[in-house]
């Protein structure tokens, strides 16, 4: 089993700052890619970004040049950097992690909330 711990989160004002993290524990023997979702009430699930193993980069189009992802391998950890935070970036944030073995994990979920 996998359990991974999104934390980071909180309210900021518009044009602050937020870094997520996602620490990953477990039986853990190589994680493939990372992604950070986000649900913003009464919407569906989409994915911000993705880092792979290879660290290769993808942002969706709302966040780029203001987001920024990155991983540590040797701590199992990921992070979103988030700049300029807008109040449409208000959502709670799901990491997800796919590991070498084809399974797939959740966090449970941070807040971010940006007041105008």
């Known amino acids: 089993q996998v359990q991974l711990v999104e934390s980071g989160g909180g309210l900021v004002q518009a044009g602050g700052s937020l870094r997520l993290s996602c620490a990953a524990s477990?039986?853990?023997?190589?994680?493939?890619?990372v992604r950070w979702y986000r649900q913003a009430p009464g919407k569906q699930r989409d994915v911000v970004a993705t880092i792979t193993s290879g660290s290769t980069t993808n942002y969706a189009d709302s966040v780029k040049g203001r987001f920024t992802i990155s991983r540590d391998n040797a701590k199992n950890t990921a992070y979103l950097q988030m700049n300029n935070l807008k109040p449409e970036d208000t959502a709670v944030y799901y990491c997800y992690a796919i590991l070498s073995t084809g399974y797939a994990y959740w966090g449970q979920g941070t807040q971010v909330t940006v007041s105008s």
């Open positions: 477990g039986t853990i023997f190589s994680i493939n890619a």
